[in-house]
């Protein structure tokens, strides 16, 4: 059973930094590229970091600079730094580990980030 849990989220001030984990279980997680979407009231979700199976990373524009994605292997876990957050950033963030070929895609149940004073 493919499993994804994430932990981490919560109420942070601006300014503010939280650290998001996705633990995997039930595939052979060094093999998947693994991605944090986020999904805010109202809007459709987006792409907000991706770490590729050999490491490469990209970002959204939006969190350029603020937010580093990491992977630990050994673990089977995937984190999301985020730094000198905004209230922009308040959304559900929801863990996300894919394979091309064969295609795989699998979805965590998501964690509630709230920017906020």
């Known amino acids: 059973q493919v499993q994804l849990v994430e932990s981490g989220g919560g109420l942070v001030q601006p300014g503010g930094s939280l650290r998001l984990s996705c633990a995997a279980s039930?595939?052979?997680?060094?093999?998947?590229?693994m991605s944090w979407y986020r999904q805010a009231p109202g809007k459709e979700r987006e792409l907000v970091a991706i770490i590729k199976a050999g490491g490469t990373t990209n970002y959204a524009d939006s969190v350029k600079g603020r937010f580093t994605i990491s992977r630990d292997n050994g673990k089977n876990t995937v984190f999301l730094q985020m730094n000198s957050l905004k209230p922009e950033d308040t959304a559900v963030y929801i863990c996300?580990?894919?394979?091309?070929?064969?295609?795989?895609?699998?979805w965590g149940q998501g964690t509630q980030v709230t920017v906020s004073s």
């Open positions: 996300n580990a894919a394979y091309a070929r064969p295609f795989y895609d699998y």
């Open positions: 039930g595939f052979t997680f060094s093999n998947y590229a």
